[in-house]
């Protein structure tokens, strides 16, 4: 990760007053953000039920303090907000007398409660994990520290929103990949992102607003971020050598954006969009059916999501849509049949592809073992895009025709619209005849 000059800490406008001797003058000093989460630490931990802690409560320092709310958690614990002048104080005390509790503490800045700090101590009050945000002058999450236990030496420190390291262009089939981000610190990915002439990359970060779509979901936990995108462009770009990826952070903060997102993967000469997502919400993909219908050129692989449901009874979004110029996909094992946590719907979802356990490359460069239908739509993305690159006047429907008409009927009964993808069709003498590596582990009995 790259590593820059830290930023210093706001320091909340929170006073306390200490008498200078001689002087007798009152003098406000700061309390500091780290001061107030450690004695919340320490307090929490002195206070086994809720009533223990509004008893000690004042014992934190300033004077600005004040709970906003205070209730148990149905016998297993209890948690509390305290107001720190404009700031808040969440402190959350799980089954203090057992050892699997945790104390949680947080610190958020502002009205607009943004995450600061987060501490988790066991139930013996050992602090665990120590995590700090910093945030650049637009307001946007820059830095994730790991501190040590006293909340002072930086184990980790992880950029959330790194430049794009240069990269000379590569030419291929873009595809937009729809999804969290990239790690485009990463050499295997970076080398593969689809590029104008003076090098600037072709995508766009629809959440924050900004050209650096880099692999980040804060919205579990700010603390803890998850990430998806990277897995999902490793499988592409291993399915196709012919493939490019065109980055795409999608706009989880106003879905309304999707429209956007789709004409500019368009304009920047997109032939095919996968899009590992899936909701339950029709109104938040309204925008992405408008501008799907409308970019007809393009082609969408849209994954059919892993809620174990028939999406033709239980819609999923944007899978269950009908347009021509979209493939869902669910998965599979190996063997042909369905994965335990796959959806199906012999109306809306067109394929099952292998996708039970195949190996990607993570986030953070390692391989990892996978499966989902996020990954079922990846590989049927990166096999479109090998079929496109060794047929470049080939249009959408003879695509779709080739693809279908390559599917085989599913071991234990139809339950999507054209069939199962094997794993033949994925690899050298397959649909598009790549020389890629299998992504697969063999499965007992195949």
């Known amino acids: 990760m790259v590593i820059c ?189 689809s590029r104008d002439d003076a090098g600037q990359v072709r995508g766009y970060d629809f959440w924050d607003l900004d050209r650096r779509p880099f692999d980040l979901n804060p919205i579990p936990s700010p603390f803890f971020p998850t990430h998806h995108g990277t897995k999902i462009a490793s499988i592409i770009i291993r399915q196709s050598l012919d493939a490019t990826v065109m980055p795409y952070r999608f706009p989880r903060s106003d879905m309304s954006r999707m429209g956007d997102l789709i004409s500019h993967a368009s304009e920047n000469g997109a032939r095919i969009v996968n899009v590992s997502l899936a909701s339950l919400e029709f109104e938040a993909w309204q925008g992405f059916l408008d501008a799907a219908a409308e970019h007809s050129e393009l082609l969408f692989v849209v994954a059919a999501g892993n809620g174990s449901q028939n999406i033709d009874i239980n819609p999923v979004y944007p899978a269950v849509f009908s347009l021509d110029n979209l493939v869902v996909v669910t998965a599979s094992t190996d063997s042909g049949y369905l994965a335990p946590y796959a959806n199906w719907g012999v109306q809306s979802v067109d394929l099952i592809a292998p996708a039970n356990e195949i190996q990607v490359m993570d986030f953070d460069g390692q391989s990892k073992w996978v499966g989902g239908s996020s990954y079922a739509a990846a590989r049927v993305s990166g096999l479109v895009a090998c079929l496109m690159s060794q047929n470049p006047d080939m249009g959408l429907s003879e695509v779709r025709k080739r693809l279908f008409r390559n599917a085989r009927r599913i071991r234990g009964g139809r339950m999507v619209k054209h069939g199962f993808l094997p794993e033949s069709q994925f690899n050298g003498e397959g649909i598009c005849g790549s020389e890629k590596q299998p992504l697969r582990r063999a499965e007992a009995g195949d």
């Open 5 to 193: 000059e830290l930023r210093s800490i706001h320091f909340a406008p929170l006073l306390v007053f200490s008498v200078f001797l001689g002087a007798g003058v009152a003098v406000a000093d700061p309390i500091r953000p780290a001061a107030m989460v450690q004695a919340g630490v320490e307090l929490a931990c002195q206070a086994p039920t809720s009533m223990h802690f509004e008893q000690i409560f004042s014992r934190l320092p300033g004077l600005e303090n004040s709970i906003h709310s205070l209730h148990n958690l149905d016998k297993s614990g209890w948690r509390a907000e305290v107001r720190v002048g404009l700031d808040m104080l969440f402190i959350e005390r799980l089954m203090p007398h057992r050892s699997v509790g945790n104390t949680v503490v947080r610190y958020e800045e502002g009205p607009e409660r943004r995450p600061r700090w987060m501490v988790v101590a066991n139930s013996g009050c050992l602090v665990k994990t120590v995590r700090r945000l910093d945030y650049d002058e637009n307001g946007v999450a820059s830095r994730l520290h790991y501190l040590d236990a006293n909340f002072e030496e930086d184990r980790v420190m992880m950029e959330l929103n790194p430049p794009i390291p240069s990269h000379s262009q590569r030419k291929g089939i873009s595809v937009a990949v729809v999804d969290t981000g990239v790690n485009y610190l990463l050499p295997e990915i970076n080398s593969r992102l």
